[in-house]
């Protein structure tokens, strides 16, 4: 690699290097000259050129400073990329945006080739800032990218599923082989757009308890979902829980993993309101 620049696995460090797959990334973000992009880690600077030529502006946040002199070199034609060092986990996206906001009509993307040790807390900042871009094109293992975009009933479904599914719109774009990064990750990775809901797709009433609901619900994948729930809801009993999925109208004998985003939702509000009658 230039500049005698060993690569970081403990920071994920694996660089893309395939051209054609670097600049369908970038395609995948449907940049406009009005929108500005975020990066999580530029690494080498390969897919933040691809980014500067098609956005108004980059804001790209990389860990590792000793990239610096590498990404200085592949970035010297452009003057619309804006660099940031530091953990994009402790930034405030606001702020981040703020470095460049995007003209009228454009609006704010993320496309990044995730350090996948924290694609989770990623998603988990990016999805619930205030500040959360339109569309994220995401490179990410492509089992990860599988539990994105599963459906209720099948293994990848998890937590992460609802999470994603809850305020985006995901879809699978690429799959990436390991030969496409330097140095090559043990596995495939997957690219998936998220596109942002204007509005939620069930109603929740409270999205806190929502998730904490969801969350219970797939803790003990084995146990039925009333233990599941008595086990991850430390405030509740038996009682309130068996009443709160009758009133729903789920089998107390499911498991979490079956529930849909409906579901969720109608066990939040029963949830909710079983807990409003016992403060009764
Ligand atoms: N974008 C480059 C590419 O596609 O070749 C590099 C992608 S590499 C998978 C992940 C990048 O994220 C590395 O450059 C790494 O140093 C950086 N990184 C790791 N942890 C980070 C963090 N917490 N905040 C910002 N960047 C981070």
């Known amino acids: 690699m230039r500049h005698q620049f060993r690569a970081k696995r403990r920071l994920g460090q694996s660089f893309l290097l395939d051209s054609g797959i670097l ?59 804006h660099l940031v060092w530091g953990d994009f986990l402790a930034q405030d996206l606001t702020r981040l945006w703020e470095l460049a906001p995007p003209d009228p009509g454009g609006t704010c993307k993320v496309a990044a080739n995730l350090p996948y040790y924290i694609t989770s807390p990623i998603l988990v900042k990016l999805l619930t800032s205030q500040s959360a871009p339109a569309l994220a094109v995401l490179l990410v293992q492509q089992e990860v990218a599988e539990r994105l975009v599963a459906v209720p009933g099948t293994r990848a479904y998890g937590s992460l599923s609802v999470l994603v599914q809850f305020y985006t719109i995901p879809e699978l774009v690429l799959k990436v082989p390991p030969r496409a990064f330097f140095p090559a990750p043990e596995v495939s990775s997957a690219a998936v757009r998220l596109r942002l809901r204007s509005d939620p797709p069930v109603d929740v009433q409270d999205s806190a308890l929502f998730f904490q609901v969801v969350r219970a619900a797939f803790g003990q994948r084995r146990k039925t979902l009333i233990n599941a729930l008595l086990g991850g809801l430390e405030w509740a009993d038996k009682d309130t829980l068996a009443a709160a999925l009758k009133e729903a109208g789920i089998d107390p004998t499911r498991r979490g993993e079956t529930l849909s985003l409906e579901e969720f939702a109608a066990l939040t509000r029963a949830v909710r309101s079983a807990q409003a009658d016992g403060r009764r």
Not at 37 to 48: K, Y
Not at 52 to 81: C, H, K, M, Q, S
């Open 23 to 81: 600049a369908r990334l970038a395609e995948a973000a449907e940049l406009s000259p009005a929108d500005t992009v975020l990066e999580i880690g530029p690494g080498t600077g390969n897919l933040t050129r691809e980014l500067a030529r098609r956005a108004g502006a980059v804001v790209a946040v990389e860990i590792d400073r000793e990239l610096e002199p590498l990404l200085a070199e592949t970035l010297a034609e452009f003057n619309n990329v």
